[in-house]
């Protein structure tokens, strides 16, 4: 028996087999969790707003626009869930109108040098700049955390990205390389 695509799924809930759309949440509970988590970093938060994902993108169902990945819709619906949670808790979100410079080249992951893999000490090192990135991520304005954890741990493309926060290539692009700026500031002590 072969696996059932995203779209074979969405038309038989339509068509009034609800219970099937567990395999929608089997899907995509870890990743959008995960995504969630990020945002967040509470625990009961990320599975109440990951459980309020679900719930929105049952709902919104109807008005799926087969043209899009639906991966990229469901992270647009998990990114309106988490926007909405700020707003509820009064965090302020940074808005940058005018975009200015091109992304740089560098990933995030040239943070950690990859020969220091190899080394015990450099093993533990790596961790403490791993435990110092998560917490200098939470340290970005919002809009700029939601860039970074969607391109440099969710894995999503520039063009996803666009997709899913609705903004235009080249502001996601100043966003990371403003983010990455800040992020490499915060991290200058760790990274010398």
């Given at each position: 028996?072969?696996?059932?695509?995203?779209?074979?799924?969405?038309?038989?809930?339509?068509?009034?087999?609800?219970?099937?759309?567990?395999?929608?949440?089997?899907?995509?509970?870890?990743?959008?969790?995960?995504?969630?988590?990020?945002?967040?970093?509470?625990?009961?938060?990320?599975?109440?707003?990951?459980?309020?994902?679900?719930?929105?993108?049952?709902?919104?169902?109807?008005?799926?626009?087969?043209?899009?990945e639906f991966s990229t819709w469901i992270y647009r619906i998990a990114l309106n869930?988490?926007?909405?949670?700020?707003?509820?808790?009064?965090?302020?979100?940074?808005?940058?109108?005018?975009?200015?410079?091109?992304?740089?080249?560098?990933?995030?992951?040239?943070?950690?040098?990859?020969?220091?893999?190899?080394?015990?000490?450099?093993?533990?090192?790596?961790?403490?700049?791993?435990?110092?990135?998560?917490?200098?991520?939470?340290?970005?304005?919002?809009?700029?955390?939601?860039?970074?954890?969607?391109?440099?741990?969710?894995?999503?493309?520039?063009?996803?990205?666009?997709?899913?926060?609705?903004?235009?290539?080249?502001?996601?692009?100043?966003?990371?390389?403003?983010?990455?700026?800040?992020?490499?500031?915060?991290?200058?002590?760790?990274?010398?």
């Amino acid at each position: 028996m072969t696996e059932k695509t995203d779209r074979e799924i969405i038309n038989e809930v339509l068509d009034g087999n609800t219970e099937i759309f567990q395999l929608i949440i089997f899907r995509y509970q870890k990743v959008i969790f995960n995504y969630i988590y990020r945002m967040v970093k509470h625990r009961q938060e990320a599975e109440d707003l990951a459980q309020e994902t679900f719930v929105r993108v049952f709902s919104k169902l109807k008005r799926y626009d087969h043209a899009y990945e639906f991966s990229t819709w469901i992270y647009r619906i998990a990114l309106n869930v988490c926007r909405d949670f700020f707003r509820r808790k009064k965090f302020f979100f940074f808005s940058l109108q005018n975009p200015v410079g091109e992304e740089e080249e560098s990933e995030f992951a040239d943070f950690i040098a990859q020969e220091s893999f190899s080394d015990p000490d450099g093993v533990i090192l790596n961790q403490e700049l791993k435990l110092e990135i998560e917490k200098a991520i939470l340290r970005l304005p919002v809009k700029f955390r939601e860039i970074i954890v969607l391109r440099h741990i969710d894995g999503l493309s520039y063009e996803e990205i666009a997709n899913v926060t609705s903004l235009p290539i080249g502001t996601v692009k100043t966003y990371i390389y403003r983010a990455r700026k800040k992020l490499q500031d915060d991290l200058r002590k760790y990274l010398e």
